[in-house]
């Protein structure tokens, strides 16, 4: 199906609505997975048709290993959008990744497990996708130029650590991660990552520091959540405003 020119949002914790969206209609989509975390919304966002999809469902009920990641993948490109942005809370790893900073991330390393990862189970032959970039370039690109056009603050290099939680980590994990080279930490980057690219959509991942990750910050994780994740909101807002300002990126 050709992809329609509108963009998908899947909304993480702290964005389980968007502020600036206008809701028109929703849309209940059944998929061979199951159902998706909630309805898709369509609407408008500072004035683009987008669609939204809230990961941990209406009133966040989901834990992050609850989450029919198949379903929610499934929906969006059975609806014929293949543009996608995955917005996600993290903690910050590494020196320059401080609360309230938005990380466009181009690399991530799994450590979820148990979690259902591919849509081709019964594929024979098998199906191997290249992963070596998780991210869409192109999908990066049309973000960070947004970001550039509104001159927000934003990391545009990063690795992403996605750890299977629902816990925080450990300080040792998260030193174990520093030295894979993580420099933030998330819980929902896969499968939903990988789920996308088997399907073909341009996906990418606007991740919002919320907190130090374990054993990296001087306070309690818990205490620095919502102010943190308010500056990173507002940053996320103005750069998704510039980039919706431009044409997204066609399919390849
Ligand atoms: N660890 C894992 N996931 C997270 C964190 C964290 O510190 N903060 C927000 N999501």
């Not at 990744?97 to 450590?111: A, F, K, N």
């Amino acid at each position: 199906m050709p992809g329609k020119s509108i963009l998908a949002i899947i909304g993480g914790t702290g964005a389980g609505v968007l502020e600036d969206f206008v809701e028109e209609r929703r849309s209940e989509v059944s998929t061979p997975w199951g159902s998706p975390s909630a309805p898709l919304r369509w609407g408008r966002l500072f004035g683009a048709e987008i669609v939204f999809l809230a990961r941990h469902g209406d009133g966040h009920a989901l834990a992050p290993h609850q989450i029919n990641y198949r379903a929610n993948l499934w929906a969006i490109d059975s609806v014929g959008v293949h543009c996608v942005v995955a917005l996600a809370a993290v903690g910050g790893i590494t020196q320059n990744m401080e609360p309230g900073t938005v990380v466009i991330p181009d690399q991530l390393i799994d450590y979820t497990y148990g979690r259902a990862q591919t849509f081709f189970d019964e594929e024979d032959p098998v199906k191997h996708i290249d992963f070596t970039d998780p991210y869409d370039a192109e999908m990066r690109k049309w973000l960070c130029d947004g970001a550039r056009q509104a001159d927000v603050p934003r990391i545009e290099q990063a690795t992403y650590g996605v750890t299977q939680g629902p816990r925080l980590e450990t300080r040792k994990e998260i030193s174990k991660m520093e030295q894979d080279g993580c420099d933030i930490v998330g819980m929902t980057s896969m499968p939903e990552a990988a789920l996308a690219r088997e399907l073909g959509l341009s996906y990418a991942c606007c991740a919002l520091v919320s907190n130090w990750a374990a054993g990296k910050g001087t306070r309690p994780i818990h205490d620095e959540l919502e102010e943190s994740l308010k500056q990173a909101l507002a940053r996320m807002r103005l750069i998704l405003k510039a980039a919706l300002s431009r044409p997204l990126p066609e399919r390849p």
